[in-house]
């Protein structure tokens, strides 16, 4: 049901009056001056049943007291004035409020609870001339501290209800006024002030500007202490800046809202520069006027033009000749310092320099390095390493941008007190988990696009340098930590950029080895990233003798032994090497090494008869118009000049080689352990480039030659009509000579010219290495047709023609397709259009030609072989006498010649095109020039113009020119099949199974 009428106030619903279901809320509220009786009933709640709880409550009048109200009491006991000893009711009691902490605040609010607006007076009751209450009269308050600001008293801050240590001399007294306390009134002449409450306590001013001025501090607010908490006044704006012409002002605040502090930046379009050169940004002064002077943008007539620096994601703008343009370094705010570029008086940008760049990052886990004092425990020591890789392993994961040289550099520095804490605690003190920690840093740091950053820091500080040393710091940590541990196998850890391997010897394991000690083996790169041919790039070898050796140098029973194989470092340290000239590079990942303490590293020892073996496999460098030279190097930490540096001494580059996937593998000897590598020297020397013309000139002119006397040929088989095919030995050489011609021609026409083109020079590829090796399929038919006229004779092959044409034709397809289909994309070099020799490509080639060699070369053998019997059962059908083996032996030698005729037609010279592969002496590089080029000329002279068929066709008007010899026919009629070779002043004729005659020696 709807609640009694309250009077003296009202009763509010939080559901319409006719909607009182359960849990409605009605809400008692008293008219200014009475307050709800029972204090406790300002809420009742509808029941399920219908039933509201607690009681019916009433407005009373003030009178009535309640916790926290005050009064004051003068000394008659009269508490309706504005002075006397202020007290507090308080569980149904008053009580006074002692002095400690009452302050000129304190008495602001007791006197505005009491409806007064101000004070003139506070103090102690005896000071005030108040009388004291009696013994009995409690002292509720003490070290009262009130802000001013709270309408009633009990609401400040200060001791609980009654926990005092005050006397009643101590209590109270105030004298508060009728008087209204106010602000003073604000005046501004450039602007208007209003006010929300006039200039009473709380009310707040606001100003006005007028225009061409802004308030700097509005608004403010009057406070109890009558005082505004600030003071607005008007300043003056600046003005918009004149338009910039070529370029623009953009305005840190609006046009309209140019007040002081607002920044103008000056920007000018490319090709343009800010005149003066420190005019880029001018600020609103308090005045209303602009910092510095009007800017220009003039036009931009040398130096150093607009570049975005993809390394640092850093656009440089334009910069005159010998200028330095600074930046905000990469990475935002988490950055500290500035980034600097010079622009060199040829105007061409330096490298941009970023050393004073620091990340927060690093600099929080630098302050990090005290918790490893050795002062600590070894438990503290090694829990604090834990902490502290942690965090460093995961700030040092790769981004797409470096990690700046201060970076690294912090992290070096911090790695080697890790590994220097480590060392320090013991071997049983160290754990898995910081091992594991300390590699991911080593790898993450060791990350390729650090090299830029590396390469930085090498220069002024040797940063490589102290990674390396850390590397192998903490191996021999890793080996020693064994201690008390299953030391029958190495401790390997690997990641993608680096492989440890460490291991401590005891004498009787020392004694057991028998051996050499190789690393790395399968196991030590189970995380390590290896290229695509999963070839090892670098492996050495330690004789046990080195091993016995060190042992007896090493103080102890224990040899420690370790292996590092570090990835890209090579890319980070100097590529130079003391006596290997200037034109040095890097060829090979770094590989290191250690056995005993850090103490015995580089020190030789003689092992002439079995020396350390080390085995590099690297990519083959190309150097454009150089010839290539690898040496193996190690690196030396106390190089006097620099930071460390490679040398040569006590190791040596014993050859090097071509593996099948065009990889080169260096093979090295050293007498003692440190660090090793591979460097590469480009010799270019004038005897280089006249010999590699000389041969460029010479193939060509070979080649236009020998496309003449082909086409020559061609045309003369051609002219035979009908007859070609009826001697099926004549039609395989004019498919030879067609296929040589077409090599040749796409070789001359598009080798080179293609080159840039990646489809065209894709396809010429292609075209070539079919038209090739059908070059080498109809020589393997000459090959067939030699060994079935004279071995098998009466062959029935030997005259059908279509199995020469495909065999010729159509074998070479598959081949050509499968090749291309796999890699398609290795079709293009740098030089030529031809297949290159990386990724086994080259063996889509190679491995057919050379089974047409072999083939070819039995071919030569036998059919020797039967001219050499047949010539022999001649001579003794004969009876050829003694003194008739001069000419014998005169016919051998023609027989020898004409071998010679036959090498040009079979592809034998080829020969020498596979020792170009797999050798580098220039004369192979002639031989297969002059040999190969001219293969034309040799075949259209010895198989066409001294063939007699030739001669039988176009008469006999040339017949004296050549000073040719008709043939005696010696054979019997039914042997018309006859092989010859036809020399000046010497023809031989071979009959099969019946012998040899010459018609003139």
Known sequence: MVLPLLVNGEISYTNPPNKLGAGTKANYTCIPGFLIDPENGHTRTCLTGGTWSGTNSSCRGQSRQLSGDLRLVDSSGQTEGCSGRLEVYYSGQWGTVCDDSFGPNATRVACRQLGFSTYTQFGTVGALGFSQPSSSTPIWVDELRCLGTESRLIDCPANAIGVEDCTHSEDVALICTESIERCSTLNDTKGEFSYSNDTDIGSVATLTCNNGYEDNNSPATCTPSAVWTTTPICTSLCMVLPLLVNGEISYTNPPNKLGAGTKANYTCIPGFLIDPENGHTRTCLTGGTWSGTNATCREFDGGCKVDFDLTWNIEWPNTPSGSTSTQQCPGGNSVTGQATRLCNSDGEWEDPNVLSCQQMEF????????????????????????????????????????????????TNQVLTAVIKALEQVGNDAVTTETNKLIVDVFSNILERNNSITWMALQENTGGSQVLLSNAERFSVLLAHSQSGNDSTKPVRISRPNIAISAKLYDGSQMDELKNDLTFPQKEDLANYSISESAVVPAQISIPPGFLQERLSQQNGSRLPVTFILLQNLEAFLPSSARGLGDNTGSASVVISSQVGDRGLTGASVSLKESPILLNFSLQSVQVNESTVQYHCVFWNFSDPVGNGGWITDGVNTVGNALDRAGRSTVNCTSSHLTSFAVLFTAVRTNETRGDEFALELVSYIGCTISIISLLLAVIFYLVQGKTLFTSVHNFVHLNLCISLLLSYSVFVAGVSTAVGNTVGCAFVAALLHYLLLSSFCWMLCEGVMLYLMLVVVFSRLAKTWWFFLLLGYVTPIPIVAVTVGIRWQYYETLDVCWLPRTEGTIFGFIVPVLVIMVINFVFIVIALRVTLKNLKGRAVRTGMKDSQSGKQKSIARSILLATVVLLPLLGLTWLFGLLVIVATSPVFDWLFTILNSLQGLAILFFHVIRSDK????????????????????????????????????????????????????
Do not use: C
Request: charged residues 15%; hydrophobic residues 40%.
């Open 363 to 410: 600099i929080e886990i630098e302050f990090q390095i005290s918790n490893l004092s050795d002062t600590l425990d070894s438990a503290t020591i090694v829990k604090n390493t834990v902490v502290i890789t942690q965090q460093l392993a995961m700030i040092t994961v790769a981004d797409t941008t470096p990690l700046l040289p201060s970076s690294l550099n912090t």
């Open 950 to 1001: 030739v001669w039988s066709r176009i008469g006999p008007h040339f017949s004296s020119a050549m000073d040719l010899q008709e043939v005696e026919d010696e054979s019997p009629p039914m042997q018309t099949i006859h092989f010859q070779f036809k020399f000046k002043g010497a023809t031989v004729v071979v009959y099969p199974n019946a012998g040899v005659s010459t018609a003139e020696l």
